[in-house]
T-cell receptor
Framework: QKEVEQNSGPLSVPEGAIASLNCTYS??????FFWYRQYSGKSPELIMS????GDKEDGRFTAQLNKASQYVSLLIRDSQPSDSATYLC??????????FGSGTKLNVKP | DAGITQSPRHKVTETGTPVTLRCHQT?????MYWYRQDPGHGLRLIHY???????DKGEVSDGYSVSRSKTEDFLLTLESATSSQTSVYFC???????????FGDGTRLSIL
């Protein structure tokens, strides 16, 4: 079993719609969770961090964390073609290790 | 943007030659990491460092060695490059506690 699981996609949504990306993790003791965006040929870029159960909003992005169910999600409202990228979920179970999912590719169609 | 510089950005070399990739940071962060990223495999940890001269292996460390003689520099060496090590290599840094990683721009390495 992988430490972090993501659906590889691609997830296709029309412009203006809500994109929902999901991630599950196996280490129940994990405390820190991150979403990265990676454009083709570029490096991963941090877009959201979340540490407590519930929702955290930042502009068009909302991260949701449910530790009891061991899942993290990312909602992108009013999706734009520029949001088309691969989204990586990362979990930090302790102070020096990170585990990454394989990423979900998002396509936003104009 | 986090001050992380990877060099070289691109390299083409031949099988059997040694290769060294450099990661330089200006953030004074304690933790530094080397990943490789290949289609279908996502990011895989090669080695990481938790301080000067303190390093540990990741999940795909065979064929790679690292050194960290200064806080700001983390070197990745392929002692005798093989075609299976053709990949994109990313360096990342992180500070203490629950802080995230930040990535360098990557090195695209091709071994012929």
């Amino acid at each position: 079993q992988k430490e972090v699981e993501q659906n590889s996609g691609p997830l296709s949504v029309p412009e203006g719609a809500i994109a929902s990306l999901n991630c599950t993790y196996s280490d129940r003791g994990s405390q820190s969770f991150f979403w990265y965006r990676q454009y083709s040929g570029k490096s991963p870029e941090l877009i959201m961090s979340i540490y407590s159960n519930g929702d955290k909003e930042d502009g068009r992005f909302t991260a949701q964390l449910n530790k009891a169910s061991q899942y993290v999600s990312l909602l992108i409202r009013d999706s734009q073609p520029s949001d088309s990228a691969t989204y990586l979920c990362a979990v930090k179970p302790n102070f020096n290790k990170f585990y990454f999912g394989s990423g979900t590719k998002l396509n936003v169609k104009p | 943007d986090a001050g992380i510089t990877q060099s070289p950005r691109h390299k083409v070399t031949e099988t059997g030659t040694p290769v060294t990739l450099r990661c330089h940071q200006t953030e004074n962060h304690r933790y530094m990491y080397w990943y490789r990223q290949d289609p279908g495999h996502g990011l895989r940890l090669i080695h990481y460092s938790y301080g000067v001269k303190d390093t540990d292996k990741g999940e795909v460390s065979d064929g790679y060695s690292v050194s960290r003689s200064k806080t700001e520099d983390f070197l990745l060496t392929l002692e005798s490059a093989t075609s299976s090590q053709t990949s994109v290599y990313f360096c990342a840094i992180s500070s203490e506690g629950n802080q995230p990683q930040h990535f360098g721009d990557g090195t695209r390495l091709s071994i012929l």
